[in-house]
């Protein structure tokens, strides 16, 4: 497959790429073969300046505009994000190393979703009126003016669309930074917005690590970010934004528990488990990492798993039969292999994988420990990899307390036929974004998030426009003012 994989310049500034090689450069690695395909360089401080000027102008004028015309160009966006979406999908595989059996379905069409929600959503963003006896008062939605989007790496192109569309659905302007590592998707979420419409310099991206995305946050004309990361960058983003009172978002890491009671239907709990553990390779924040499955039913759920992971097809992600594609990057796969090392070292039994195949690539063989005991370190960190833990467990409360026995509060999951005890738990259990007898649907019109280390805020859903603006509320007295004297 031919495919220039090289983008016309590193940054997307006021309308159009730009260049500034001064920057730290940037390797653009495919993740299959390790070999370089592109290369960017990081922002400069004059780059950054063009970013946050040309923001705050067209921030402007476009929360001038009516709302339906600010969503017609959102929709319009997401219809060409459709139209393109195997080129999208072959670029988001390139830059993630996702299969594109994956790709083709899961980022620029998840994407389009938002863009096509939150352009719904634009022509009916009001406040309301709030009558006060002879004297009334009324809220106005206003924009928070500049917002920063700073990504991770395992959903490029997704990230930058479900932080952009409420954003500018709301009358802001946004700066996005996606992740050093996966440089290359959210330019073309930018080349978009412009074609269909949308002024220049209202949504800019820029390219860096850690530096630029401080740089960003630090400006005082920024008046909001919004992070997809690690537990311990979100302490850091969210203290500096603290120090200026800005808003945030924070959707950070989790290490989420998935309950198979003794009624589940087996296989739809194991097939719960392989999507929660082995889609993109297990790089996914929500994943149901911590597999707690009845003493009952371990046997027959571990049998039915062994029998499905013979369907595994690793290798080539560009080839559409492949369904386990590569880890991101090397130090990546490094992390796994040092969690599967952990997991033997502690006493946890390996039921399957446990390899990093010795081909070009960063791969890693879906991984499957049973008798995990809360303890190990396997089942506290979050491994951000295809290695799932099965713990048994014997009792309901039991379980609760131990699924709850983590500092993060991503998702949770349940499988049950059982109706009343489905609800009862998910009650119980301390987390976001939850599932019952499923596990890892993000539709755009529900609220995705975390509680506890793993986040502030909502993305996607009506929650989302809470977070990218804020009511103004006018008194207005209809008679005299009275006054002391
Ligand atoms: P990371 O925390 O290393 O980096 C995230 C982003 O923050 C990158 O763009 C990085 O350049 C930037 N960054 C790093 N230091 C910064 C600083 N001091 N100031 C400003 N920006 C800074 O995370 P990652 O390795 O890219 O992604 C993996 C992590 O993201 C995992 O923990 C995963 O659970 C989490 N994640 C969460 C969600 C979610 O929605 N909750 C989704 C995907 C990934």
Known sequence: MSYDT??????????????????ERIPVIYPATGAEIGVVYAATPAVI?????????AQA???????????????RAADILRERNRDLSVLETYDTGKPLQETLVADATSAADALEYFGGLAGSLTGEHVPLGADWGY????????????????????????????????????????????????????EILIEAGAPAGLYNVIQGAGAVGGALITDPRVNKVSLTGSVPTGQK?????????????????????????????????VGGAINGNFYSSGQVCSNGTRVFVHEAVKDAFLARLSERLKGVVMGDPMDEAVNIGPMVSDR????????????????????SGGTAPKQDGFYVEPTVFSDVTDEMTIAREEIFGPVMSVLPFCDEDEVITRANATEFGLSAG????????????????????????????????????????????????????????QLKSVFVRMGDVEAPF
């Open 139 to 190: 809220t106005v939605r206003e924009p928070l003016g500049l917002c920063v989007g700073i990504g991770a790496w395992n959903y490029p192109t997704q990230i930058a669309c479900w932080k952009g569309a409420p954003a500018l659905a709301c009358g802001n302007a946004m700066i996005f930074k996606p992740s050093e590592t996966t440089p290359l998707c959210a330019l073309k979420v930018a």
């Open 414 to 469: 349940v499988f049950t036929r059982d109706l009343t005890r489905a609800h009862r738990v998910i009650g119980k259990l301390r987390a976001g974004s939850c599932f019952i007898n499923s596990y890892n649907d993000a539709p755009v019109e529900l609220p995705f998030g975390g509680v506890k280390a793993s986040g502030v805020g909502r993305e996607n859903s009506k929650a989302a426009i809470e977070h990218y603006s």
């Open 237 to 269: 983003v969210y203290a500096t934004a603290a120090a200026q009172m800005k808003h945030v978002t924070m959707e950070l890491g989790g290490k989420s528990p998935l309950i198979v009671f003794e009624d589940a239907d087996i296989d739809n709990a």
């Open 49 to 57: 300046e063009k970013a946050i000027t040309s923001g705050l102008r």
């Open 332 to 351: 990546q796969r490094e992390i796994v292999m040092g969690y599967i090392a952990k997991g033997l070292e502690e006493g946890a039994t390996l039921v």
């Open 6 to 23: 090289q983008p016309k310049a590193s940054h997307f500034v006021d309308g159009a790429y730009l260049e500034d090689t001064a920057g």
């Open 61 to 75: 004028e476009w929360a001038g505009m009516m709302g339906v015309e600010r969503g017609r160009v959102l929709r």
